[in-house]
């Protein structure tokens, strides 16, 4: 647009200098219209020049505020495992032309890690307002708030969001994401964590212990004598263990919990459980099979696709991230992957989360709520569950037609989980003790 | 008549009043406006971020210059721009993995987002930045590096020819690092290199090394990697290398120049096997007389994983993150990762077979999809930086004569640049261990510093390069031939002994030819070989005299200009 513009002024100058000159030369000399045009036309050359010399970088920087933005905006930090569910139901939300209060919305997919934005809430680095208002901010500090802060939150896991709500309670006096009203946090799907094994290697283990659990885990792991010790191939190697790094991925803590629980055989874990020096000495070799404690790699599915077995035998994983690299495991590995389920069970619910504090507006605040309902809506639950999520709306089922469910069954997924049993959340007592354990013994 | 005149008058000069006012009008809008563009840069000097700025600068590692340059530049021709109409734009920069994690935690990086050979340099990253920002203890530390995602990996390999390989068992049993290493023990002829620490190949290398060394296949401790038994079994392993190096790249290419006689086998990424198996690299080795194996060592291996990621400093803007994952998304693309694939490089979109019909990763090319089996344990970072630590003590020791030109032809700013480029060279070897001598020429040869270890001798050296003066002729050989016959007196096969020699010029003033001093090289090198680096310096260097020093030794002849010889340096120094 600036462009034309600029062409446009060039022209009307050179044409206006054009009319100057056929007035001057008509017979009698009309020179009262020809020094018009003839002023008319330097006048918007100048003017088109300087256009066209700052629109090629003459001008150097950019002014400092931006010009007014259309959309509100939605920025939506989104844990990894749901990301490219979000992120697929955002191009579809921006697409069908959404508005609140007469404006359009644009909906902002930021992937990160449920722990790693926790830790930002913990430390402010998002830069809530605290005392001040928007009017105090200066307008660099407001165009920041207005095109960084998160709108809205969907971790992993519930209880992040209540340890995030601890850590603002002590600084504001109040939560941030609210536990109940129109503004609640609610789940918008589920996944769980099951065992992910190389079929190879399920067999052997399963010939040697009869069952999948941390227990026949936790005793390949010790093995000294590695897989030809358990009944399996020499260049197998050692048994490798897959689990999330806890540092950079929730899910580590939640295997961590599932662990505890089979150990001490129940779904509450305490801090004098994680503290236990029994418990602590068996954790502590069942880690000791991790293929990397560099925190180099997160342990996700997509790595022990990625890299196969030669990074790990099996481990316990997210199964809508299993489900998804199944496939691709086939393709590259030719060692079909299976999945198995745990007694101890911890999952994902992925709680929608609006912010409640000034730093953002009602409008954003609402729009935000249109994208969630607009993520529980059957056609975005169905795309849920294409993806390997478990949807929250009743109504959409795993098994409806051609679903990764369905797809996978032979392999051992399941589309009702009949035995297992549930993990209660952990404290952030207990998460702190599991990092600072996982730091000093296995992290360092 | 006048008043006729008057009224005719009269419509003129409110048509120039007219013009007049609206062109101050137009000039009071433009002026103010390109004045304003201008003063963030010119006022105060200081680097303004524009807010809305959508260009992202990616630091990428050496080895994949062509692919990662041709994607980005593929990027860029799609034209995409933010939805406030700016344009995105990914600009490529190359360092080593070692300046992006220096230069990130100086907070002076031009960066935005690195995509390095491994993940192993996000980690070292992320931990020494949180060590710098003083976290409470038990709390959830803050990460510099934001999530990586992958579009290329391939797996760290020994790469041998055909011939060393089925001596070494290859295919009928797995080969692995304590093969090679009781090989290069026990056939001093065997020549093995890997690069250094500072990249993914060299620390896997040398991880394999220490743990062999301390007798475990897991849970290397610090303790285990600083115990004396240990050490003496690394310090054992590494006198059998050849020469340590720069990076994978220069390798693989003097392998497809020279083929065995250059080395037997050696650690690189198993997309090079495949490249140089499949003629990508010009010489009569690349793809041609022999082949290159990719051997999977038995006891494990690494992941050269080739992470990108953004970096999360507060100045990032939201434009930039748009054109951060529109970069992302450009890469997941099926058609990009075939391109990725076509490289020689395993890509992260597993739905396409590695078998595909132009897949360079086959059998012929001499590496097996399947494989890797198993990988090593990667220890935690502080065992990691204990390895780094105790190979700089472990790693095989250095005696290096540094020949420098002083004729006429240097004087002036070139003298300078050489200078700073020294001076550069001697800090890079950190160790005092290390011998280096210097031997200052022009008409003759004018200074020695004798060959000494650095913990005596780096003030001399220092002091001696502060000082250098130019003049005289070019006597280059006679200088090449004393660093010679002191090395050969040395009579130390123990160390490397190399000669890095520098001239600008042609040689006009040497007693002895050039025939007579490669003949001595040659025969010399038969009890105690000494590598010579010959280093021109600008366009008038005579390149075939420094190309038969080079050759007699096994060395190489490098280039470098008044503005790249401090780099050339720098690189020259990783060779000891």
Request: glycine fraction near 8%.
């Amino acid at each position: 647009m600036n462009l034309a513009l600029t062409i446009g002024i060039l022209v009307a100058g050179v044409i206006a200098i054009g009319l100057s000159i056929a007035f001057w030369a008509t017979r009698g000399g009309r020179r009262t219209q020809a020094v018009f045009f003839l002023i008319l036309g330097v006048v918007l050359l100048v003017v088109g020049a300087g256009l066209g010399w700052r629109s090629i970088g003459g001008g150097t920087q950019q002014p400092l505020v931006a010009t007014p933005r259309g959309p509100i905006q939605v920025r939506v930090l989104t844990a990894l495992p749901a990301e490219p569910w979000v992120r697929e139901a955002a191009r579809r939300f921006n697409e069908a032309g959404n508005k609140q209060d007469g404006q359009p919305i644009e909906v902002q997919v930021i992937a990160m890690d449920g722990l790693t934005a926790l830790g930002k809430f913990d430390r402010d680095e998002f830069g809530s307002l605290g005392d001040k208002t928007r009017d105090q901010l200066s307008p660099q500090e407001l165009e920041k708030l207005e095109t960084t802060f998160p709108t809205a939150w969907i971790p992993d896991s519930r209880y992040l969001v209540e340890l995030a709500n601890a850590a603002y309670k002590d600084r504001l006096g109040r939560d941030v994401f609210l536990t109940d009203g129109e503004y609640r946090a609610r789940p918008t799907a589920i996944s769980l964590f099951t065992w992910g094994l190389y079929q190879s290697r399920d067999e052997v283990l399963r010939k040697k212990f009869g069952e999948i659990n941390w227990k026949t885990i936790h005793d390949a792991a010790v093995a000294k004598g590695g897989w030809p010790e358990l009944g399996g191939d020499a260049a197998w190697g050692f048994f490798k263990l897959v689990v999330p790094n806890p540092r950079r991925n929730v899910g580590g803590l939640a295997a961590m919990i599932a662990a505890a629980g089979e150990y001490y055989d129940r779904t509450n874990i305490s801090v004098a459980d994680v503290t236990n020096p029994d418990f602590q000495k068996w954790l502590g070799e069942l880690m000791g099979a991790l293929t990397d404690v560099s925190g180099a790699g997160a342990y996700t599915a997509e790595d022990f696709a990625l890299f196969g077995y030669s990074v790990g035998d099996g481990g316990q994983l997210l199964e809508s991230d299993l489900l998804n690299n199944m496939a691709g495991i086939q393709t590259r590995w030719a060692d079909p992957l299976v999945i198995r389920y745990p007694k101890y069970v911890t999952w994902f619910d992925f709680p929608f989360s609006v912010w409640m504090g000034p730093e953002t507006t009602a409008a954003e605040k609402n729009a935000a709520l249109q994208f969630e309902q607009f993520l529980l809506s059957t056609e975005i639950q169905k795309l849920a569950v294409q993806q390997g999520l478990r949807s929250v709306n009743s109504d959409v089922s795993v098994t409806d037609g051609d679903t990764l469910f369905t797809r996978w069954q032979k392999q051992g997924v399941e589309a009702v989980v009949p035995r297992t049993t549930r993990m209660a959340s952990p404290s952030r007592e207990v998460l702190l003790a599991l990092l600072r354990w996982f730091d000093l013994n296995v992290g360092k | 008549m006048k008043r006729t005149q008057r009224r005719q008058r009269r419509p003129f000069i409110v048509t120039v009043l007219v013009a007049g006012v609206l062109a101050l009008c137009c000039l009071a809008i433009v002026v103010p406006a390109l004045l304003k563009g201008r003063s963030p840069g010119t006022a105060d000097q200081t680097v303004v971020v524009d807010p809305r700025t959508a260009k992202v600068t990616i630091a990428y590692s050496p080895e994949k210059a062509t692919l990662f340059t041709g994607l980005v530049k593929e990027f860029n021709a799609q034209k995409l721009r933010t939805p406030d109409r700016q344009p995105m734009e990914v600009v490529a920069v190359e360092m080593t993995p070692e300046e992006m994690v220096n230069q990130a935690l100086a907070g002076q990086q031009g960066f935005q987002a690195l995509t390095p050979d491994s993940s192993i340099w996000l980690d070292q990253l992320n931990g020494r930045w949180v060590q710098a920002q003083a976290t409470e203890p038990g709390a959830i530390p803050p990460r510099l590096v934001g999530e990586p995602v992958r579009y290329a990996v391939t797996p760290i390999v020994i790469a041998a020819w055909e011939n060393t390989a089925r001596s070494l068992g290859w295919p009928d049993k797995p080969v692995g690092w304590t093969a090679l290493q009781q090989r290069a023990q026990q056939d001093p002829g065997f020549k093995w290199s890997h690069p250094s620490t500072a990249y993914a190949s060299g620390l896997l290398a040398t991880l394999a090394e220490f743990y062999a060394g301390a007798g475990v296949q897991r849970g290397l401790t610090a303790e285990l990697a600083q115990d004396p038994k240990t050490l003496d079994f690394v310090g054992a392993v590494e006198k059998t290398v050849k020469h340590y190096g720069e990076a994978e790249l220069p390798v693989i290419q003097r392998a497809a120049q020279e083929g065995p006689a250059y080395l037997d086998a050696f650690v690189v990424s198993e997309q090079l096997v495949a490249a140089l198996n499949s003629r990508h690299f010009p010489g009569p080795f690349g793809g041609g007389q022999d082949r290159l194996i990719a051997l999977y060592p038995a006891e494990g291996t690494l992941w050269a994983d080739h992470p990108l990621a953004l970096l999360e400093t507060p100045d990032l803007t939201a434009n930039q993150r748009r054109t951060f994952q529109a970069f992302r998304e450009f890469l997941a693309k099926p058609e990009v990762q075939a391109e990725v694939l076509r490289a020689g490089y395993r890509p992260a979109d597993l739905s396409i077979p590695l078998n595909s019909p132009d897949s360079p990763l086959t059998a012929a090319n001499g590496v097996n999809p399947a494989e890797p089996q198993t990988t090593l344990q990667l220890p935690a970072p502080d065992v990691v930086a204990a390895v780094q630590n105790a190979w700089a003590l472990t790693k095989r020791k250095t005696n290096v004569i540094l020949v420098v030109d002083t004729s006429g032809s240097m004087e002036g700013s070139k003298l300078e640049n050489a200078q700073a480029a020294l001076r550069t060279f001697l800090v890079q070897i950190p160790s005092d261990q290390e011998r280096v001598g210097l031997i200052e020429f022009n008409s003759d040869v004018v200074n020695i510093i004798e060959l000494d270890t650095l913990a005596r001798n780096r003030a001399a050296l220092t002091s001696e390069v502060d000082s250098l003066q130019a003049g005289g002729n070019t006597a280059l050989l006679d200088a090449v031939r004393t660093a010679y016959e002191r090395l050969q007196q040395e009579a130390d096969p123990e160390r490397i002994n190399a000669i890095v020699a520098m001239t600008d010029g042609r040689e006009n003033n040497s007693n002895v030819s050039l025939n007579e001093l490669t003949a001595e090289i040659r025969a010399g090198n038969e009890k105690v070989p000494v590598v010579i680096f010959a280093v021109g310096y600008g366009k008038d260097a005579d390149y075939d005299m420094l190309r038969s020093l080079a050759e007699s030794s096994g060395g190489q002849v490098r280039e470098g200009t008044p503005e790249t010889i401090r780099d050339l340096y720098k690189i020259l120094s990783t060779y000891f």
